[in-house]
């Protein structure tokens, strides 16, 4: 699916995923709620050139937001905090934005940027009190991750790992 419009929708405790995008493009994600589901509250799947604005996505039995296999997206003043594993998570994905998100109190990794995730940029988001990392970096590299805020994180507030190569942080 293209160019879809998704506006203060509520899509808590589903028993997959809130909100996912598979293999869509140019949609707009815009003041909506993926709270409480079993798996992911929102997951963007082989998706490219999405907005993600002001969404929520807190308490997800794994993860808050996902990209997987997803480029050149842009995620700005979204929430995901408190969720099972991590709070934003990128698999196999390159080329995103992410700016001046929150990712707090997660059970294990605030932003975690994992297999292959090449050329994104991090900045001004906020990364705290997670049980593990605040943004962490495995075998992704070419990464730009500057001016964010990550303190009380019990492990480390930036961990590059496995062939992390060329970041700038």
């Given at each position: 699916s293209s160019n879809n419009t998704l506006n203060n929708n509520i899509d808590n405790y589903n028993s997959n995923y809130?909100?996912?995008?598979?293999?869509?493009?140019?949609?707009t994600l815009t003041n909506n709620s993926a709270n409480s589901n079993s798996?992911?509250?929102?997951?963007?799947?082989y998706s490219s050139n999405n907005t993600l604005t002001k969404n929520i996505a807190n308490y997800n039995s794994n993860f808050g937001i996902t990209l997987s296999s997803s480029g050149n997206n842009t995620l700005t003043n979204n929430s995901a905090n408190s969720n099972s594993q991590y709070g934003i998570f990128?698999?196999?994905s390159s080329n995103n934005t992410l700016s001046q998100n929150t990712a707090n109190n997660n059970t294990q990794n605030g932003i975690y940027l994992y297999q292959a995730s090449y050329y994104n940029t991090l900045t001004r988001n906020t990364a705290n009190n997670?049980?593990?990392?605040?943004?962490?970096?495995?075998s992704s590299s070419n990464n730009t991750v500057l001016q964010n805020f990550i303190y009380k994180n019990n492990n480390y507030s930036i961990m590059i790992d496995g062939t992390s190569n060329n970041n700038t942080i």
């Open positions: 809130g909100i996912s995008l598979d293999s869509s493009s140019n949609n798996q992911y509250g929102i997951l963007l799947w990128l698999w196999y997670n049980s593990q990392n605040g943004i962490i970096l495995v």
